[in-house]
């Protein structure tokens, strides 16, 4: 546990210790929809670009008005925090990202660059060969860039690696749906976001390690089990704010948390249309659910699989995939008589405003409302 959290807090010498090791390259990527698989056959570590909070003089000018999380992805750049990263590859997405991704290319641009064209209505007939032909190119460019051949042996040795690590990832999350957890909300997205920029074999070592270890821990308390929705996080001081008013984290539908784990690569001959598939079938992000809506439905069964009692919906301000997908959410929530709260955060979080909004949705949790019993306002186990 305490690994995967050093990790996180020391990315940037991870990545660079990585890189002097195995003498290999860094890429970085944005959004979950990123192959990785095709980038880690080409020997490369994919590196998500987390973003965090800094002191800011440089976006104001370049990138105003877009949401903080991709301003402070462009500032730990012009920082130098990113120094180790050899590439850049953004894929059709959110436009924040893209403009995060445009223009840090205009104040770097010796780095590797490619933009990856992922359908937007991702269950269209044309959108398999689409994604086919979009990892074709992209393989080409890398094996050109490196000087190496991207073959079938490498993709299947990247598959496995990378389906393992779902895998692994999702019994983390099974953990989580006992009444009395042995692993914390705030615990499980630690290990989520280091994931993110691990090299993912190295990940999987730890991983069945720490699981290995957290089966014999002795349970958390059975509490208030929250489901947490919204824009995609980047650190964890929601979660502690929730454990410390007695609740719990117990599930979520996030970008970088559910979304990115619920299903793996199924073994094809043809491997790249194998990798396509999987991303293509992964659970729609909000801003690819645009014609037929899925979200709804899958939020609905997460909440149930996890037994939550309410829900927080925590949105990026000028976050727009989520704040128009937001009414659909809140249709659900209120058709189902779900306990819920909505707020707006940027890379910092209102501690004592979201302390008030959370105390409330826990204070209009009652057991029988949602769950019939087994769980008190003070935490305690009622039996
Ligand atoms: S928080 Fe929203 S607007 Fe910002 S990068 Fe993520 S999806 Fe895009």
Excluded at 16 to 39: I, Q
Excluded at 55 to 78: H, I, K, S
Excluded at 134 to 158: C, H, N, P, Q, Y
Excluded at 335 to 356: G, M
Aim: aromatic share 10%; proline share 3%; hydrophobic share 40%.
């Amino acid at each position: 546990m305490k690994t995967f959290k050093e990790i996180l807090e020391n990315r940037h010498a991870y990545a660079k210790s990585w890189k002097a090791k195995t003498g290999r390259k860094v890429l970085g990527f944005y959004d979950t929809y990123f192959p990785e698989e095709v980038a880690y056959a080409a020997g490369l570590m994919p590196v998500r670009i987390l973003a965090e909070h800094e002191a800011d003089d440089v976006t104001d000018r370049l990138m105003y008005g877009n949401c903080y999380c991709t301003r402070d992805m462009l500032n730990q750049f012009a920082r130098g925090r990113y120094d180790y990263i050899d590439g850049l590859v953004s894929i059709e997405s959110c436009q924040w990202w893209y403009n995060a991704f445009d223009t840090t290319l205009i104040m770097f641009p010796d780095l590797f660059s490619h933009y990856l064209f992922t359908p937007d209505y991702l269950d269209a007939r044309t959108s398999k060969d689409v994604m086919r032909s979009e990892l074709s190119v992209f393989a080409e460019r890398l094996e050109e860039w490196l000087g190496t051949k991207i073959t079938d042996e490498k993709l299947d040795d990247a598959i496995n690696v990378y389906n393992k690590n779902r895998a692994l990832l999702r019994r983390i999350y099974e953990l989580r749906r006992f009444d009395t957890p042995v692993i914390l909300g705030s615990e499980t997205m630690e290990i989520m976001l280091a994931n993110q920029v691990m090299d993912k074999a190295e990940a999987n070592v730890m991983l069945e390690s720490l699981l290995s270890d957290i089966e014999k821990r002795e349970p958390y308390q059975d509490c208030v089990r929250l489901m947490l929705l919204g824009s995609e996080t980047y650190d964890v001081s929601l979660e502690r704010l929730v454990e410390s008013l007695g609740a719990n984290v117990v599930v979520d539908e996030l970008d970088n948390g559910t979304g990115c784990i619920a299903n793996d690569v199924i073994p094809l001959k043809d491997r790249l249309m194998a990798i396509g598939l999987r991303y293509l079938g992964k659970p729609h992000s909000a801003l690819k659910d645009s014609i037929w809506r899925r979200r709804q439905e899958r939020i609905f069964q997460l909440y149930e699989d996890w037994q939550a009692d309410g829900v927080i919906i925590a949105k990026q301000i000028y976050c727009h995939p989520h704040g128009t997908d937001m009414y659909a959410v809140w249709k659900l929530l209120r058709e189902r008589n779900i306990p819920y709260i909505t707020f707006e955060r940027d890379t910092t979080l209102p501690q004592e405003e979201t302390r008030l909004a959370v105390e409330g949705l826990i204070s209009q949790i009652e057991p029988g409302r949602t769950r019939i019993a087994g769980w008190s306002r003070s935490g305690a186990k009622t039996g």
